[in-house]
Nanobody, 132 residues
């Protein structure tokens, strides 16, 4: 029904910045009922980790503790795109970053938004590498 497509990854030095974008292919995120968008990341040998999420209709955001104050998730309804602005990057931020969409039957809790199993649609991922 909808295919998120990530872009914007790359190689950056510690302390630098990147902005990831997630655009929809097939359907717009805004037309999905109770749509929530999340960013997750997965480093080699590790489980997929929640990074940030946003409720599309209200722009209310949530972040994992390790990125608070450094990363910002936002959305642009006109462009049908969700962004992850990453500042003050650290080597431990190195991972494949995934964009995902989650359609809830009612407003989703912060806990639910952090759970990968809740999300219905996933992008292919974009590599972020932070050098020291």
């Amino acid at each position: 029904q909808v295919q998120p497509v990530e872009s914007g990854g790359g190689l950056v030095q510690a302390g630098g910045s990147l902005r990831l974008s997630c655009a929809a292919s097939g359907r717009t995120f805004s037309t999905l009922s109770n749509c929530n968008m999340g960013w997750f990341r997965q480093a080699p040998g590790k489980e997929r980790e929640f990074v940030a999420a946003i409720r599309w209709s209200t722009s209310v955001t949530y972040y994992t503790d390790s990125v608070k104050g450094r990363f910002t998730i936002s959305r642009d309804n006109a462009k049908n795109t969700v962004y992850l602005q990453m500042n003050s990057l650290k080597p431990e931020d190195t991972a494949v970053y995934y964009c995902a969409a989650y359609t809830s039957t009612s407003i989703a809790s912060a806990q639910a938004l952090s759970q990968p199993a809740r999300y219905d649609y996933w992008g292919q991922g974009t590599q972020v590498t932070v050098s020291s």
